[in-house]
Nanobody, 126 residues
Framework: QVQLVESGGGLVQAGGSLRLSCAAS????????MGWFRQAPGKERETVAA????????YYADSAKGRFTISRDNAKNTVYLLMNSLKPEDTAVYYC???????????????????WGKGTLVTVSS
């Protein structure tokens, strides 16, 4: 079973950038497709981005395209989310999650994921 710990959240002004990290332990990291998800107050958790086991395939939600970049370093057991041009509507708790296997990453909804971190809060001020 893999454990996931997110970091890098915080308060940033609109237009700013943050890089989130998610460190994995307890499993073979390269066996997992990874995703970033977020949940804003009063809203359902949604997919932000996903990446395949070897980084060949990446998926972005429309809200993230052109602004966010997902990447991973299998040697460091870490997945990243670089967020640029942040907007107030990006304010949410951001979670990373792992899927054991090689799915079509476009199908990695919240219900599909096997393991979750506890999240890190991102607040974007206007």
């Amino acid at each position: 079973q893999v454990q996931l710990v997110e970091s890098g959240g915080g308060l940033v002004q609109a237009g700013g950038s943050l890089r989130l990290s998610c460190a994995a332990s307890g499993g073979t990291f390269s066996n997992y497709a990874m995703g970033w998800f977020r949940q804003a107050p009063g809203k359902e958790r949604e997919t932000v981005a996903a990446i395949s086991r070897g980084s060949a395939n990446k998926y972005y939600a429309d809200s993230a395209k052109g602004r966010f970049t997902i990447s991973r370093d299998n040697a460091k057991n870490t997945v990243y989310l670089l967020m640029n041009s942040l907007k107030p509507e990006d304010t949410a708790v951001y979670y990373c999650a792992a899927y054991a296997g090689s799915p079509d990453i476009r199908t990695l909804t919240t219900r599909a994921m096997h393991y979750w971190g506890k999240g890190t809060l991102v607040t974007v001020s206007s």
